[in-house]
């Protein structure tokens, strides 16, 4: 664990990333370049545009569709090896209704809260309510976590 990640977690009292956040030089990285991915001109350059979907998985239950898939993260566009292989793909769950009952086609966008690493709990307690109201759910699975934790971060 580096001396910086040892300092700031004597001063938190929760339990988060207790051994480390990952490669110090990943978070110089971000800090550098967090002006130019701050500002909206910027952000449109990188984040506009065509991203292709992997679909890694389609499940039919009885009345829901299930998809996960993944894409490369707009991050990785616009800073290109700043961050992780892992960080680098987003990957996300996609909570659907079999049939729609109207024309429309809601969907709820969920980003998870800290310490949120699975789909598992939103989609049961958020989605799965949700799809009774004929409202989609797209699950985005946050950076650092799960499937997008780097290797080095514990």
Same mark, same amino acid.
């Given at each position: 664990m580096s001396a910086f990640d040892k300092i700031y977690r004597s001063a938190l009292p929760m339990k988060f990333f207790t051994k480390g956040w990952g490669k110090p030089s990943t978070l110089l990285k971000l800090i550098e370049n967090f002006k130019s991915v701050s500002m909206l001109k910027k952000f449109e350059q990188f984040a506009g545009g065509d991203f292709p979907i992997v679909v890694d998985m389609?499940?039919?239950?009885?009345?829901? $569709?299930? $998809?996960?898939? #993944?894409? $490369?993260?707009?991050?990785?566009?616009?800073?290109?090896? $700043?961050?992780?292989?892992?960080? #680098?793909?987003a990957r996300f769950q996609l909570v659907l209704p079999k049939e729609w009952s109207t024309k429309y086609k809601p969907i709820c966008i969920h980003l998870a809260g800290t310490g949120d690493h699975t789909y598992s709990r939103r989609r049961f307690f958020l989605a799965n309510r949700l799809l009774s109201d004929g409202i989609g759910s797209l699950i985005v699975m946050n950076p650092f976590y799960w499937k997008r934790k780097p290797k080095d971060q514990k």
């Open positions: 389609r499940t039919e239950h009885k009345n829901t $569709v299930l $998809v996960e898939g #993944s894409f $490369v993260s707009p991050f990785e566009r616009a800073l290109t090896n $700043v961050m992780d292989a892992e960080n #680098s793909i």
